[in-house]
């Protein structure tokens, strides 16, 4: 390692709470490099955002103290200065950059400007200095036209362009550290590449130094230069990342190697239906030239430009029961907006759609019928999807009485045998989504899914705002329950990892339409578009020598959002 430009020392970190006072930083030490990435790995809670932020003392609560230890910069230990001195660390000394750009940007400024904001600040320039500066930064993290895009604000942008502003913001006070929280958790492979290789550029050209904390080893693997892997606020293991990915030697670690998707334990396990029960079924699901369109509103309803925006062109698609199929493309390109059509919940401009015989446009009331009484989705957020003053028992007792599929006094017992489904223990039952992981959330919210006894579960996103040991563990609960009770499944993602393990066929869209579909080992091992390929290739690998994607110079599409100009503000 290069000289140690951040020293961290036996930090500890306590949150006096109401049953007394709990360590979750306990003894943690580490040296930064001049110009080094260090990645920070670990489950949720492992204490890798709160170890960051106590770098600058930007405790997310007041309960929240530094009671030990020393963090070093230029000869002076920053956990005892006083708050003007702090203050001038940030941003100047130390940047960062958060897991959610939408939430860390002010709506009403405009991105120029927020970049400009913090260069007059520690800069001391005048305006026009400040906005010269700004669109250099702008042109600098991948903006294709800065002098125009300066005055677009952020929900003008796609999320990956968010991201770059953040970037912005960050660099715009000329840091030599940068923390960068999560930067890509949120983010398509593609675009989630270009974020990783525009970090590891900003390293090159500017000398900076990254502490890059993610639970995905793909990430580190592909751009850190050492890692260190916490749990529970302590430092488990921290080495090469050679060494650490090479010759694990903590347990923990190894279970986190264990279960990346891009592990071969992980791969090849989809679950095929049976072969002659399919070929003399019907299909569950019928697609034929599905158009979905929506009308443009904002600025492009003045400009002369098209009124309606196709989210679906012409899609047609067939699933049979017990099938797995994966649907997979980047933000925009039509896969949620394709689920929401076959649900019923978005409206079919073309074309018909058919689940198990009954026709949307044609037999609508029968269709809708059948759809609300043997279809349930589970979302991305497990906890925006769950009530958050109903305790998961009071949850599922409202479904079942709704569905009227089960007595009324043998609810409690149905709702025992729905937690045991999906692998959680009984008492939950009287827990509240607010006392749990993200995990048991999402497992609550498949238990709530097969209250109705669905013959198909739409799974969208479900796994991507999980750790990657609860993604395996949720990948799995879904295969197990695939088998016990032939289900079938429409998994939604931009994570084609998963989609390998799980899915046996494979669906990829773009803009709406859908440019190839096969056998899933098939497509993976040899894609016939161009398109599928830039997927495949832009999985993060566990291999550290695995080069990333080059990024596209900026291209990003963003079509989720009718009306708005992404990528571009005009």
Known sequence: MSEALLSVRDLSVVFSGEDGPRTLIDNLSFDLGKGEILGLVGESGSGKSLTCRSLVRLMPSPKLKITAGTVT?????????SEAEIRSVRGRDIGMIFQNPTSHLDPLMRIGDQIAEGI???????????????????????????????????????????QRAMIGVALSCDPRILIADEPTTALDVTIQAQILRLLMDLRETRGLSVIMITHDLGIVAQTCDRIAVLRHGRLLEIGDKRDVLGQPQHPYTQNLIASHPSMPARQGTAVAPNDNAASKARPLIEIDDLHVRFPVTGRALFSGGPREFSAVKGVSLQVMPGETVGIVGESGSGKSTLARALLGLTPISEGHVAFDGADIVTERTKALR???????????????????????????????????????????????????????????????????????????????????????IVADECVAALDVTIQAQIVDLFRDLKKRLNLTLLFIAHDLAIVRSLCERVVVMYHGEIVEEGATDKVFAAPREAYTRALIDAIPDIDPDKPLLSPKGGEEFDEETPGLVTGEAT
């Open 73 to 81: 910069l230029d000869g002076r230990d920053i956990t005892q200065v």
């Open 120 to 162: 007059r600040v520690h800069r001391g320039v005048d305006g026009k200095e400040a906005r010269a500066v700004a669109l250099d930064i702008l042109a600098q993290v991948g903006f294709p036209h800065p002098s125009r895009q300066y005055n677009g604000y952020p929900h003008e942008f796609s999320g990956g362009m968010r």
């Open 370 to 456: 059948k759809l609300r009484r043997e279809t349930a989705m589970v979302f991305q957020d497990p906890y925006n999807a769950l009530n958050p003053r109903l305790t998961i028992g009071a949850m599922l007792a409202e479904v079942l009485a709704v569905q009227e599929s089960v007595p009324k006094e043998k609810i409690p017992e149905r709702i025992g045998e729905l937690l045991d489904l999906v692998g959680l223990e009984r008492e939950f039952a009287d827990r509240k989504p607010l006392s749990m992981s993200g995990g048991q959330c999402q497992r609550a919210g498949i238990a709530r899914a097969l209250a109705v006894n669905p013959k198909l």
